[in-house]
C-alpha cells in the first residue's frame, strides 16, 4: 500500500534551487529515488516525517542524496575492524562501517535491520546491500520509525502538533549538528508542502530527465 503523500516534483525542484541552488544528475536521481521512497512508504503518512529523513540524508550523504560507504571506512574506530562470521558453512570477514542513507554501523545492527526488513542474513553476509538506494531507504525509513539506531523514534518528537526536529536528531546521532539539520528539515517541509498543493491528490509528476 503506498503512501498518502505525493509530490509536484517542479515544485519540489524549483523550491530546491531557490533554497540551496542548482542541482547535478546524480543530485536529481538521488533525490527522486527518496522522494518515490516515500510516496511509495504506507508507514510514512506525515510529511515532516518525510522533511526530516531528506534532512538526515543532506547531512549523512554530504549533499550527494546517494548512499555512501562511511568515509575512511571506519578506520581507528572499533566496528572498523573485521569481524570474523560462520553463516551456513561459510566464512566471512566483514566490515560493518557506515553505509546507506544513515550510515549503519556495528554487525549487530545489519543483522537486525536485515531480519526486519525479511533479508534474512544477507546484510550480514553482503553489508554493501545498504548501498542499494532501495534498500537503504527501507532501512532509514524502518529504523528512524522504530527506534532501532538510539532508541528514539520519529514518532517521539514529530506527532500531532508537537514538531521538534532538533531533538529528533537523536534518532541518529545523540545532538550532533542538531540545530543544522534541523534548518534542512524546516526548508524540505516548506518544499514539500508547496509541491503537495501542486499534485492535489492526481499523483507525483514524473521525474525529470535533467539537472536543474
Known amino acids: 500500500m503506498a503512501s498518502n503523500l505525493a509530490f509536484g516534483r517542479e515544485n519540489f525542484y524549483n523550491g530546491y534551487r531557490k533554497k ?26 506525515d510529511v515532516r516525517w518525510a522533511a526530516y529523513m ?52 556495528w554487525d549487530f545492527n545489519y543483522k537486525n535491520l536485515g531480519a526486519a526488513l525479511g533479508l534474512g542474513t544477507q546484510m550480514l553476509t553482503n553489508p554493501s546491500l545498504a548501498l542499494d538506494p532501495a534498500i537503504a531507504y527501507k532501512i532509514m ?33 545523540g545532538l550532533d549538528k542538531a540545530d543544522l539539520i534541523a534548518g534542512y528539515a524546516v526548508a524540505f517541509e516548506k518544499m514539500l508542502r508547496d509541491s503537495e498543493a501542486t499534485v492535489a491528490g492526481v499523483g507525483a509528476s514524473a521525474a525529470p530527465a535533467k539537472a536543474w
Do not use: W
Not at 21 to 28: H, K, R
Not at 72 to 96: E, F, M
Open 20 to 45: 540551496y541552488g542548482g542541482l547535478n544528475q546524480t543530485q536529481v536521481d538521488g533525490l527522486e529515488a527518496l522522494l518515490t521512497g516515500i510516496e511509495q512508504d504506507s508507514a510514512v503518512t
Open 54 to 105: 531528506l534532512a538526515t540524508v543532506k547531512h549523512e550523504c554530504a549533499d550527494r542524496y546517494q548512499p555512501l560507504e562511511e568515509f575512511g571506512k571506519g578506520k581507528g574506530r572499533k566496528y572498523g575492524s573485521p569481524v570474523k562470521l560462520v553463516i551456513d558453512g561459510k566464512t566471512y570477514n566483514n566490515v560493518y562501517y557506515g553505509r546507506g542513507y544513515v550510515q549503519l554501523t
Open 141 to 173: 525509513s524502518y529504523g528512524m520509525r522504530n527506534g532501532t539506531f538510539t532508541g528514539k523514534k520519529l514518532a517521539d518528537t514529530i506527532s500531532g502538533t508537537k514538531c521538534d526536529y532538533r531533538t529528533s536528531r537523536k534518532i541518529i546521532n
